[in-house]
């Protein structure tokens, strides 16, 4: 199952747009954690289907743009500590929690409980967000430390970084 397009948007605007990026389907968004892939250049790397315990993402060659398979993975967001272009991020919309995403962070990293301001792909504050969970990367398996937040389920294809990490 293909979780980006082949897009060449972010080579003229510098990133990619929310329509660019193709989202699970809200019934998998539902059951947890599914990583959704940013990845929108051809390029020799593959270390989130290296890394994944399970086997759930799959190039069709060294060049090629990671699939997921949704049946198959765990939610694990190991994909994301090990993504070298911090272009992975797990979206998590269970009844019981709201929704959460997972993104990478390579900066001061926040505290649990913080209430930070949610960042669009453009560094742009599209809401405020409170921090869920912090792992980092000294604590994780990845190279990049990660920060769950809490968002609103309409800004799920917007929100991709934090601020206001004081």
Known sequence: MKTQKDTASWRTGGYLRPEDVELPPQEVLAEGPVPVIECPQRIPCDPCGENCPVGAIEMNDINGIPEVDYRKCTGC???????????????????????????????????????????????EKVTTAV?????????????????????????????????GVK
Not at 90 to 109: A, R
Not at 134 to 149: Q, R
């Open 77 to 123: 967001s190991l994909c994301v500590a090990h993504c070298p272009g911090l272009a992975i991020f797990t979206i998590d919309c269970s009844p019981e929690e709201g929704c959460k995403i997972t993104i990478p962070y390579e900066f001061e990293l926040p505290e649990t409980g913080q209430e930070v301001e949610a960042l669009n792909r453009k560094g």
């Open 131 to 163: 921090v869920k969970s912090v792992k980092s990367k000294e604590g994780s398996a990845g190279d990049t430390s990660t920060v769950t937040i809490k968002i609103p389920e309409e800004h799920i294809n917007e929100v991709r970084n934090i601020g």
